[in-house]
């Protein structure tokens, strides 16, 4: 079963400490219990080679707090991955000095809005500007650098466009966007949507993603618009943090695996999806659907002729 499934994406969660505590995340109240704690370098770098995805998206809490951050991203990329380094940004301009530039590696700084809205996101003024310096300064110093907008019910996608455009000019790389999953621990469930209410916010993304960068997969865009139907891969972006292997996927947790392949092959999978597990009803996040994407499943001619000119633009 092992081989049947495969990894594209770690998502690799190295602490669950965060200086932010924003509305929307179900981490830092989840892990709690243990948001002291650090995955040691050694194990970080060995559940890369365990999990073997070419991509290695690092997360947290925020991930620029970790004391060795430098060192864990140069020993990803001596085994040749791709790295997405997932932060708030307020720690870049701070830490910059330890990374290199390399064509393999992105800062991936969150952004939901502009700036008056972000700061409420995030529940602290100021994290907007500190944001926008930090992508200022890695651009500067020739880094490659990428964005990450969640969007919620009350999103104004005016406001997303509004935000690429102000992005634009910085010399920004690219935008992941994605609706945000409704968390457990999340006491403010007004925030999230339901399928049919993730359609009509999407319903004009393709306006947006031929006038910006915007870095997911058509097909995927085409899902989220509810003009394609695609089941959910989980098991393409496997989370790997304080506490193992988290089943069965980054956003629903129903245990922790010691071992990659006990979480490949324990999980029972066919479990979850929509129609399976009501946590999954209204899921649309790209973690659990750009794998199916990227494998061509439940994709057509014409799907394929959309992702072949995706990739070559």
Known sequence: MINKRFPIVLMLEPLHACNLTCTGCGRIREYESTITERVPLEECLFAVDECGAPVVSICGGEPMMYPQIGELVAGILARNRHIYLCTNGMFIKKRLHEFTPDKRFYFNVHLDGMEKNHDIAVEREGVFREAIEGIKVAKAAGFQVCTNTTVYKETDMREVEELFEYLGPLGVDGHQIAPAYGYSAVNDREIFMTRDDIHEKFKDIDRLAK???????????????????????????????????????????????????????????????????????????????????????????????????????
């Open 211 to 313: 006038k910006f960068p915007i870095r997911q997969t058509p097909v995927y865009l085409d899902f989220l618009k509810g003009e394609h139907d695609m089941p959910c891969t989980a098991w393409g972006n496997p989370t790997y943090n304080v506490k193992g292997w988290k089943g069965p996927c980054y956003l629903i947790t129903d245990g922790h695996h010691q071992t990659f392949e006990g979480l490949m092959t324990e999980t029972p999978w066919e479990s979850y999806g929509q129609g399976n597990d009501p946590r999954c009803e209204h899921c649309m996040v790209h973690c659990g659907f750009e794998p199916s994407a990227a494998l061509g499943i439940n994709v057509g001619l014409a799907d394929n002729l959309k992702m072949l000119a995706w990739t070559l633009r």
